[in-house]
């Protein structure tokens, strides 16, 4: 069922579509470095513009939280969370691993989520009780469910690389050595393809609630969980670990030394 705000969202990602892939690839790519040391392009910036700027006509009364323009949330028991191009770094140098995430949180939940990479021709989607769903080449959208594999080592892992890990780089490593198979992959991508059944761990050590609302009620929807590295639920905790769900709390104490 396609619920009036999860139509919404869609509504959104088509708009963010057009914005980001008219700039994929452009020769004259406008990028900054922000005061945390990480890029921002222009095409990240006038898609979160154009999200706000529909968003404060279509829910005038919910909050906004978004990567590059801050937030408004204090109070708001409704708020929309979007990340403009979650895999910047990758859009800029034309790789298309990247995405736009947008999220609705409600009472602390999130209840609609969206991941739209219009370069992999790929967008996932769920809201609350009804299901992730993949459209993949503009195709009629396929639910998604997460695998049923439950040992450690029958297991695909993916990350995005080994920074941010700190001291728990060492049994971050060891969990790679102990799965049968492991993927570099990252970002959004990775904890979509544990939604899909193709992976069953994707692990990030350092994220943001712009990263993960979106991912984690997608991932939760097919079947799988979203937690902190530690085990805290939500993506509120700054670290993402999705999983299939039959193999979570071997993830979460292992990560945890326990």
């Known amino acids: 069922m396609v619920t009036a705000d999860l139509q919404l969202a869609l509504k959104l990602a088509d708009i963010a579509d057009e914005i980001t892939s008219a700039r994929y690839l452009a020769q004259d790519l406008e990028i900054i470095t922000k005061p ?7 095409a990240d910036r006038a898609t979160e513009k154009a999200l706000r700027e529909v968003l404060q006509i279509e829910r005038p009364a919910d909050g906004l939280l978004g990567e590059e323009f801050g937030n408004n949330v204090e109070g708001k028991s409704r708020y929309w969370v979007m990340d403009p191009i979650d895999g910047t770094k990758n859009f800029m140098r034309g790789v298309p691993t990247w995405a736009t995430l947008i999220a609705l949180v409600e009472n602390e939940e999130v209840v609609v989520g969206v991941a739209s990479a219009p370069a992999l021709n790929r967008r996932w989607y769920a809201s609350k009780d009804n299901g992730a769903f993949v459209v993949f080449n503009a195709e009629q959208p396929k639910k998604i469910s997460v695998s049923q594999i439950a040992n450690l080592e ?7 690389d080994f920074i941010g890990w700190g001291e728990k780089k060492s049994a971050f490593t060891s969990l790679i050595d102990i799965c049968g198979r492991s ?4 970002d959004f991508w ?12 994707a692990v990030e050590p350092s994220l943001a609630i712009w990263d993960m ?8 929807e097919a079947g799988g969980r979203f937690t902190s590295v530690s085990g805290q639920p939500g993506p509120t905790h700054r670290s993402g670990l999705s999983t299939n769900s039959a193999i979570h709390e071997k993830v979460v104490k292992h990560l945890n030394g326990n």
């Open 154 to 160: 029958d297991a695909c892992i993916t990350y995005s």
């Open 190 to 201: 990775s904890h979509m393809l544990v939604a899909e059944g193709a992976a069953e761990i």
């Open 36 to 42: 945390d040391n990480t890029p921002v392009t222009d």
């Open 183 to 186: 993927r570099g992959l990252g």
């Open 213 to 220: 609302a979106a991912l984690d009620i997608i991932v939760r």
